[in-house]
């Protein structure tokens, strides 16, 4: 008796579009075509970067901005976005803090 193996073909995951200074990371696919993660990079700059370790994301994880990656709105993707968006403006870190309590509220202060 002879057993034939059968092949099964899986369809790739989509990555989601890039917007902004975004960069959707390439989904990782084990060995049998399922993916395991995927995640948007917010590109942020030294001073947004240090200030988002200093203000705690809204999305209801608990976690540092600078940690968090969830792509809930308001998240922790969307919150680094507009973060990065006042740096590029050419405010301050204190004026961009202000700015963030105003967008999100007290609970961005740790």
Not at 60 to 77: A, Q, T
């Amino acid at each position: 008796m002879q057993q034939t193996a059968q092949e099964t073909v899986r369809e790739p995951a989509e990555s989601p579009p890039a917007t902004g200074d975004t960069a959707p990371a390439p989904p990782p696919i084990d060995e049998h075509g399922v993916v395991t993660a995927i995640a948007t990079v917010v590109n942020l700059s030294p001073q947004a970067r240090m200030l988002a370790e200093n203000l705690k994301c809204v999305c209801g994880c608990g976690m540092r901005l600078g940690r968090c990656s969830c792509e809930k709105d308001p998240g922790g993707v969307s919150m680094k976005r507009h973060l990065q968006s006042l740096f590029d403006k050419g405010l301050t870190p204190d004026q961009v803090r202000a700015e963030m309590v105003k967008a999100y509220g007290t609970d961005v202060l740790p």
